[in-house]
Every structure is written in C-alpha cells, then in structure tokens.
C-alpha cells in the first residue's frame, strides 16, 4: 500500500502556486456551463485539466558544471545563430551566439537559469504579440531581458512573449544570485526564451531538437569541439 502511495505520489507533478487561481477559475467556469448544458461541463473540465498540466512544476536533475549552459525551459530549439544583442541588455554591438528555445501551449512554462551567476541587470520592453517562433519576434515582441554575470562573461536571457501570451513574470532582481536550472520566471500562455552567449561558447544543440529546462545542455565554455551536428534518424 505504502508502495502504491510513492508510486502515485511520485507520478503526479505538482502545479506551480502562480496556476492556482486559474485552475480555480476554469473549474468555475465548467460548473457554470455545466449547469447550462451538460456536455459543456465536461469540456470545460477537460480545459481546467489542461490548465493544471500548463502550470505543472515538475524538479528536475541539474547538472553540475559552470562550463555548462542548460536550456532555460521546455520546448524546441527553434534557431542556433550569430546575432548582434538586444539594445537594452547593454552586452555590446558584436554579434553573440543566440540559442532560441520556443514553447507550444503544452510545454511546461516555468524558465529556469541557464548557468549559475549574479544578474546585473533586468529591462522590461513592451512589444507585440506575433507567433514567438518568428525571427523577428526577439526584436517586435513585448519581452523581459536579464543579465547574469558568470565566470565566462555577461550572458543575456530573454523571456519573449508569444501569439497567446499575456504576461510575463520574474521572480529574481538586480544584484541577486541565481543556480543553474533554478526557477526564475514564468510567461502564460506559449512563448519563447532566448539565450545569448559570449565568445568561447560552443551550441550542443540543433534546431528543431527538443529540450528540457534545467537538465539539457544547450552549448559548452571552454571546449576544444566544434559545434554539435545533428541529423534526423
């Protein structure tokens, strides 16, 4: 019996405290309909289902390695290129590696630190709301930028909001430490986050390959490999 409690304990990933009031309003929402018509209910209870799951929290393994960078959520690396960085980040005019890690409505939402440092800077920028998987959504989108200082330079993370996404949200502030894979942030509903890298990084992933917040790696400081090559198998 006790077997069977961890078994069930274990499977169930904890929803994120921000979900709460949503889940709350979606079941509202289904007994309302309900009461109207029958069927509405349960299709309300299947949205209030997936609502629970968007919000999910689940821990994850963190490798621990300051030559590491790890993707800062779930989702698909949507584009690995050289870009010059966002103005309000202040990292320079020279182009950076940029890895994009792009999140469908059924991703798990919470970001998380790509490496472990001190953020020096936060800059909100209000944008539009065009599909986040579009090139020039990091330039048009309303997003919410960070600097971490690490042992291999200033690193910038961008929280950019998507077609559906309404809100974003930051949990850490100026002059506050952050670890690898530590939680610090969340954007409703289907977004994107985008990595900017130093020189001396070298990207571990391929476009189109799918990623987990906190546990993959997304490129590597200080190794004398090229860049990963994929191919579809």
């Known amino acids: 019996m006790i077997n069977l409690f961890d078994t069930i304990r274990n499977t169930l ?39 629970a799951y968007f919000f999910r929290d689940p821990e994850r393994v963190v490798p621990q390695d300051d030559d590491l960078v790890l993707s800062p959520a779930d989702g698909r690396v949507s584009s690995v290129q050289m870009v010059v960085p966002p103005a309000e980040l202040n990292l320079g005019t020279e182009p950076m590696l940029r890895i994009s890690v792009f999140m469908n409505v059924f991703d798990c939402h919470i970001n ?3 490496v472990r440092g001190q953020v020096t800077e936060i800059q909100y ?3 539009q709301f065009i599909n986040a998987e579009l090139d020039k959504a990091s330039e048009d989108n309303e997003r919410n930028s960070m600097v971490i200082e ?8 961008v929280q950019i909001a998507g077609l559906v996404a309404r809100r974003i949200i930051c949990w850490v502030k100026p002059t506050e430490p952050v670890n690898a894979g530590e939680r610090f942030g969340l954007i409703r509903f289907g977004s994107r986050l985008d990595v900017l890298l130093p020189p001396g990084a070298q990207p571990r992933v391929s476009v189109g390959q799918r990623t987990y917040g906190g546990e993959t790696v997304i490129a590597e400081f200080g190794s004398t490999k090229g860049p990963t090559i994929s191919r579809r198998s």
């Not at 690490?150 to 993370?157: C, L």
Request: aromatic fraction near 16%; charge should be positive; glycine fraction near 12%.
């Open 112 to 114: 998380r630190s790509p």
């Open 125 to 127: 920028r209000a944008g």
């Open 150 to 157: 690490t042992r291999h330079g200033r690193i910038g993370v």
């Open 13 to 51: 990933v904890p929803i994120h405290k921000e979900g709460y009031v949503f889940v709350a309003i979606f079941f509202v929402v289904s007994l309302i309909l309900g009461w109207i018509a029958e069927p509405l209910f349960w299709i309300g209870l299947v949205v209030t289902l997936w609502c």
